[in-house]
């Protein structure tokens, strides 16, 4: 807490409670009486001062507001390390010139189908195959996910294809195997504040793809980001992937802006999913050219080939053969902004 705003019917006494409080905790006070209020700026190591402690200062009748100059994130942030984060998964960099592709089908469904699309994602040029083996489903009595069987079929198709596999987590009991199978773990937005499962994934020495959450700010994300980052793994890419908003005509809400104020805020890479943000295969593609054209270090497209039969997300998933265009279309565009696909 930098600067604390008094009300203006704030009184010396109550200026004097907070300057002792602020004491009591190892800091110093700067009081300014202005003609309207007073302000004081707190002169310390502010650092340690958890967000509870500032919200007992906000909490006091005559304070009006306080502003942090410190984020409350801190191994995230661009004030910790000035440099992008670049990650290297095997040899495929993300956060650096090149933007690799994630792409792969919704879920998992079987070993012929996820082989099928990783091969022609991958002559198309992804780096990577994604697949949901244990699916976060709205309702219970939708397909849930093969499990085990199917991280053991992405595995198999990074045999084939050499193809890097993603795949979500959801349970900190999945974690041993999931570690065995794959190369990246992605939370999903709906795990984004599972504060348990980030301080888990925090322990190992794999990367992890945060999903923003469903309806989550820029810095509850940042601060889901430090929780798995506290642990010692700083490998955490984030991946915006739309939020609600009052707006129905697209699932969700892809906010392009994020991109640029993470790149801002944060070292960590950005991605952007843009098949689960707008929930249309018309519109992935107009929004992965926004996307890298706005700064995104890489992309996630849900590919199938039969969508018209996929267990779920067949309405956003692109055929292969619109991916293999789509891969097209977007180089031109890193080319503008100075990147490759
Ligand atoms: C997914 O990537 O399959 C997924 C469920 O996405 P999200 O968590 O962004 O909804
Ligand atoms: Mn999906």
């Excluded at 079929?153 to 193809?163: F, P, Q």
Aim: hydrophobic letters at 40%.
């Amino acid at each position: 807490m930098d600067i604390i705003v008094l009300k203006p019917s704030a009184k010396d006494k109550d200026i004097r409670h907070i300057v002792k409080k602020l004491e009591s905790k190892g800091l110093r006070s700067h009081v300014s009486k202005g003609t309207e209020r007073t302000i004081i700026g707190v002169i310390g190591d502010t650092s340690k001062i958890s967000e509870d402690e500032v919200a007992g200062v906000r909490a006091i009748d005559a304070v009006e507001d306080v502003m942090r100059i410190i984020k409350p994130y801190k191994l995230a942030s661009r004030e910790f390390k000035k440099e992008s984060t670049v990650i290297d998964v095997g040899g495929v960099k993300i956060g650096g010139k090149k933007i690799p592709i994630i792409a792969g089908p919704c879920a998992v469904e079987s070993k012929v189908i996820v082989k099928n699309i990783a091969t022609k994602v991958k002559d198309a040029g992804a780096s990577f195959i994604r697949g949901g083996a244990f699916k976060p489903r709205t309702s219970p009595y939708s397909f849930q996910g093969l499990g085990e069987e199917g991280l053991k079929i992405l595995a198999h198709a990074r045999e084939k294809t050499g193809l890097q596999v993603v795949t979500e987590i959801m349970d900190p009991r999945d974690l041993d195997v999931m570690v065995q199978y794959s190369d990246i773990i992605q939370i999903g937005a709906r795990n984004m504040q599972n504060f348990r499962l980030l301080l888990e994934v925090g322990t190992i020495n794999k990367p992890v793809l945060l999903k923003r959450g469903l309806s989550a700010t820029i810095k509850e994300w940042l601060m889901a980001a430090e929780y798995i980052m506290s642990k010692g793994n700083l490998n955490v890419i984030l991946c915006e992937r739309g939020i609600r908003t009052f707006e129905t005509s697209t699932r969700n809400t892809l906010d392009l802006s994020a991109i640029p104020v993470l790149k801002e805020q944060t070292h960590l890479p950005v991605i952007v999913d843009p098949s689960h943000a707008v929930g249309k295969r018309s519109l992935v593609a107009p929004m992965s050219k926004a996307a890298v054209a706005a700064g995104a270090d890489g992309l996630l497209i849900e590919v199938h080939t039969d969508p018209e039969e996929a267990l779920s997300d067949g309405e956003q998933s692109l055929t292969p053969d619109a991916f293999a265009e789509l891969i097209n279309e977007l180089i031109p565009i890193a080319k503008a902004v100075g990147r490759s696909i």
